[in-house]
């Protein structure tokens, strides 16, 4: 079984500062890693995702996020945030293989990231 | 490529009544998988289906329900509605193989509110 906590339920910044949103993971087997973004009355997109090989991933919107096995974290950073980045992020985990990880993605319970002028 | 549609996007009921949401992956995409979302219980996976099996089971009661068509076309199904089952119903295609890696891409979601 697998768990997600995200540290924060709401940050604010402004624009053009930095953000870290914070996530943390438990689980009993190996698990791929994923961070969705969700604005409003929309469905969820996918921003990156860590499968195997080089620990720090990005997104094609400046986003990037360092997988620590040894702290299990997953956390989601940006040096610069603009206006339009304003959303509620989820960290997501999913097992390796089949059985009861089948289609399963596990969120930890959202971080809404607002982004002020 | 067109993305995951749900229909329909809001969907008003009454207690004890049932309904079904459809949900039509990305072509070439023979798995879905469902979530409830609410903002107490946050996202909440219910099932999957591929090559119209259920492959996997979240812990909802057996009034939620799914099936999977041919055309990999997925519907899921409540029963005997109560109000808290009020939520955005999330459907998620991918193509179900190659152990997991595959990206789950989400529909926008069908809005329940149960009066």
């Known amino acids: 079984a697998q768990s997600v906590t995200q540290l924060d339920s709401q940050v604010p910044v402004f624009e053009e500062a930095p953000v870290e949103l914070r996530c943390n993971y438990s689980?009993?087997?190996?698990?791929?890693l994923f961070w969705y973004v969700q604005y409003p009355n929309q469905g969820l997109q996918l921003l990156l995702k860590?499968?195997?090989?080089?620990?720090l991933v990005e997104s094609i919107n400046g986003f990037e996020a360092e997988f620590n096995k040894s702290q299990t974290s997953f956390h989601l950073r940006k040096p610069s945030v603009h206006i339009s980045d304003t959303a509620e992020y989820f960290c997501?985990?999913?097992?390796f293989g089949g059985g009861t990880s089948y289609g399963k993605l596990t969120f930890g319970q959202g971080t809404i990231l607002t982004v002020h002028p | 490529k067109a993305g995951v549609t749900q229909t329909p996007r809001y969907l008003i009921k009454t207690r004890g009544q049932q309904v079904t949401l459809s949900c039509s992956p990305i072509?070439?995409?023979?798995?879905v998988s469902w979530y409830q979302q609410t903002p107490g219980q946050g996202l909440q996976f219910l099932f999957e289906?591929?090559?119209?099996?259920?492959?996997n089971k979240g812990n909802f009661p057996g009034r939620f329900s799914g099936r999977q068509f041919s055309n990999s076309r997925s519907e899921m199904n409540v029963s005997t509605l109560e109000l808290g089952d009020s939520a955005l119903y999330l459907c998620?295609?991918?193509?179900?193989?190659?152990?997991?890696?595959?990206?789950?891409?989400f529909g926008p979601g069908t809005r329940l509110t149960v009066l």
């Open positions: 998620a295609s991918s193509l179900g193989t190659s152990g997991g890696t595959d990206t789950q891409y």
């Open positions: 997501a985990v999913k097992g």
């Open positions: 860590y499968l195997s090989g080089s620990t």
């Open positions: 072509s070439g995409h023979r798995s």
């Open positions: 289906y591929f090559s119209e099996t259920q492959r």
């Open positions: 689980s009993s087997v190996s698990v791929y």
